[in-house]
């Protein structure tokens, strides 16, 4: 049953891989045509943009990877076309509305009594994050030529937690993997962070 269970998570792994590739190297170059195609038209350009979006997304879903991660690679794709400045022009004011439905989403799993019931443990948790993103992110900038001055702003640029982790635990938490209070914790963890990090 082992091997199986190793067979297993090799043939995801290996799925994610050549999916990856696949986006970046093919992909990507017929993204960027269809884009070059129907940037005549501002309408027409975001219909298509969110029109990708979804069927990568529903792709993604078909061979067994979530929507989440086939939007994350239809947006990368989008990213790297022609088109890229014109299309985050034309879909900057949909940005607040969608941040916050995804925040609000995210602020209905919390639950405040699973945070105060392992708040020293979550404390711990934040401390260590905040240290080794910290410290991590100083010396990369300090070793890349930046300053000392320089390469701490870079550090505290980079303190808070991603919320793309958001995303990857929620699909660990509908799929069993994540324990359900650990959603709420990390949750505020990185807003933790990302009040530290701004003061």
């Known amino acids: 049953e082992l091997g199986v269970t190793e067979y297993s998570f090799a043939l995801s792994l290996l799925r994610v891989v050549v999916t990856f590739i696949f986006a970046y190297l093919v992909l990507s170059r017929l993204i960027n ?3 070059s195609l129907v940037s005549h038209s501002d309408e027409l ?3 298509s943009t969110v029109s990708l979006v979804l069927i990568i997304g529903y792709l993604s879903e078909g061979i067994g990877l979530s929507f989440s ?3 994350f690679l239809a947006g990368s794709t989008i990213a790297g076309s022609s088109e890229s400045r014109k299309i985050e022009d034309r879909i900057r004011p949909f940005n607040s509305l ?3 439905f995804f925040f609000f989403s995210i602020g209905l799993v919390v639950s405040v009594s699973a945070v105060l ?3 020293g443990l979550l404390l711990l948790f934040i401390a260590i994050g905040i240290a080794v993103r910290f410290v991590s992110s100083g010396i990369s900038s300090y070793f890349v030529g930046f300053s000392g001055r320089s ?3 870079c550090a505290v640029a980079f303190l808070p937690m ?7 635990l929620s699909q660990g938490q509908a799929n069993g ?3 359900s209070g650990f959603l709420g914790s990390f949750a505020f963890a990185i807003i933790a962070s990302s009040f530290l990090s701004a003061w």
Do not use: K
């Not at 991603?162 to 990857?168: D, F, H, I, K, Y």
């Open 162 to 168: 991603s919320e793309l982790s958001l995303l990857l």
């Open 33 to 35: 045509r269809f884009l």
């Open 151 to 153: 390469a701490c702003f």
């Open 45 to 47: 350009l975001i219909l």
């Open 98 to 100: 969608f941040a916050s």
């Open 117 to 119: 019931s392992n708040i």
């Open 69 to 71: 991660v086939g939007a």
């Open 177 to 179: 993997i994540v324990p």
